[in-house]
């Protein structure tokens, strides 16, 4: 029994450490630290990342930021062709409320999305409680600061497809 749960551990981990996660950031989040602390704390975007990497040390990350939605999408597109992932943790910052293109993208793509905010959106600016991603997302991770971003690598640890 003790061998089978040791054996069913290292499978797990083999598993997941040949699996990468993509975690993409959109517009301002290159300014956390600096930017709102009162709303977004005072972790630098480094720190989050240094963090999951730290607390994950079986997941191989791979992290990308852009203030430009193109740039997010491409990034998308690419780590679907390149395969191996996952999935995606994406905190879209104001894209998330109205960028059509970057739903089109999620919904065209066969990785799971996890979508992450540092603050609870639904607990602020009447604009900020619309997200048009959401739907085509896999679950909403929101209002935990960086603790988002790790609950969001858990929860794509353990869905195995995008249905
Ligand atoms: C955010 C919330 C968005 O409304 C905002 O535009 C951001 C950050 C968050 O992480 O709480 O840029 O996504």
Redesign the pocket.
């Known amino acids: 029994m003790a061998d089978q749960a040791f054996l069913n551990r290292s499978a797990t981990t083999i598993m997941i450490s040949a699996m990468s996660i993509l975690v993409l950031n959109?517009?301002?989040?290159s300014r956390l630290g600096k930017r709102e602390p009162a709303?977004?704390g005072y972790q630098t975007l480094d720190d989050i990342n240094r963090g999951l990497v730290e607390s994950f040390p079986d997941v191989t990350f791979e992290f990308f930021q852009s203030e430009d939605e193109g740039a997010l999408l491409e990034k998308l597109f690419h780590i679907e062709d390149k395969g191996g992932f996952r999935g995606v943790l994406l905190?879209?910052?104001?894209f998330?409320?109205y960028s059509i293109a970057l739903r089109d993208a999620i919904s065209g793509v066969a990785i799971p999305v996890v979508e992450?905010?540092?603050?609870n959106?639904f607990a602020?600016e009447e604009f900020?409680r619309t997200s048009v991603i959401s739907e085509v997302c896999v679950g909403v991770i929101?209002g935990f600061g960086a603790n988002?971003y790790h609950l969001g690598v858990r929860s794509l640890l353990g869905i195995s497809s995008k249905q």
């Open positions: 959109g517009p301002n989040l709303v977004y905190n879209a910052g104001a998330t409320h992450v905010h540092l603050s959106i602020r900020r929101s988002s």
